[in-house]
């Protein structure tokens, strides 16, 4: 029987619209999710925070009453004046919120097992992190970060039991690394040592020695070291990682 040559095969390259769709509206957050994401976030610096309403009423009134003083000098209607004013009231409250915010997580966890795994795995950008890839019963420990500047050894705990975790695991991952740089980080207030409140901008701060290429490359090379149980997090009344993470790009946004 002859095939009708206007029969045709299902092309298989190519995605289903309708799929797509369809996962897009399974990532799209719920309606109203990101602000109540800010209010929790409010509630839990505030308790630590109790100047935070007033600090944040002068962020707003500050550029509030500069922007709309300088648009009614130069004779901006204000109808236009006054949105404009508001719209950098709000952006500067925002940005006021987000460094209390910051601080208060910071003070929050400071000391605490886990807290540097907690700050690594909220870090922006392609860092591939290792929580506790070396741990003892005290819960110090020792976190692996892999990035474009090389391998980063993040410390937390007992200086002195630390650093030979330290020592330990930089044997250990020298022997797949290569000529790859490795950096020794270790927590803490004293000389030589990185306070919690500025690992991130440490590490972001660090040069970059490697293509994106040889990231994924040793990447693969690192997972077959694996790494012990990772450490608890901080205790307290945080939000969990999945919720502090959204409300972390929605102050951004901001």
Excluded: C
Aim: no cysteine.
């Amino acid at each position: 029987m002859a095939k009708d040559p206007r029969a045709t095969t299902p092309s298989r390259g190519k995605a289903d619209p309708k799929g797509k769709a369809t996962k897009a509206k399974k990532d799209k957050p719920p309606r109203g999710e990101r602000w109540r994401q800010i209010l929790a976030a409010y509630k839990i610096t505030r308790q630590r925070d109790r100047a935070l309403p007033l600090w944040m009423a002068i962020a707003f009134l500050g550029p509030f009453g500069v922007i709309l003083l300088l648009q009614t000098l130069i004779g901006v209607a204000i109808y236009i004046a006054v949105p404009t004013a508001l719209v950098f009231g709000v952006l500067g409250m925002m940005i006021i919120f987000g460094r209390r915010a910051q601080k208060a997580a910071f003070s929050q966890v400071e000391g605490q097992p886990g807290a540097a795994g907690w700050v690594l795995q909220g870090m922006r950008g392609d860092w591939r992190v290792t929580q506790g890839a070396q741990l003892n019963s005290q819960l110090d420990a020792v976190h692996r970060v892999l990035g474009r500047p090389g391998i980063i050894l993040v410390g937390e705990g007992q200086p002195q039991r630390v650093r030979g975790m330290m020592a330990q695991e930089k044997k250990r991952v020298s022997r797949i690394a290569g000529d790859t740089p490795i950096y020794d980080v270790l927590l803490g207030d004293d000389d030589g040592q990185v306070p919690i409140r500025r690992l991130n901008s440490h590490i972001v701060k660090l040069p970059r020695n490697l293509s994106q290429a040889q990231v994924n490359a040793l990447d693969k090379r690192l997972a077959a070291l694996g790494g012990t149980k990772a450490p608890p997090l901080p205790k307290g009344p945080m939000p969990t990682r999945a919720r502090m993470s959204g409300l972390e790009r929605t102050l951004r946004r901001r």
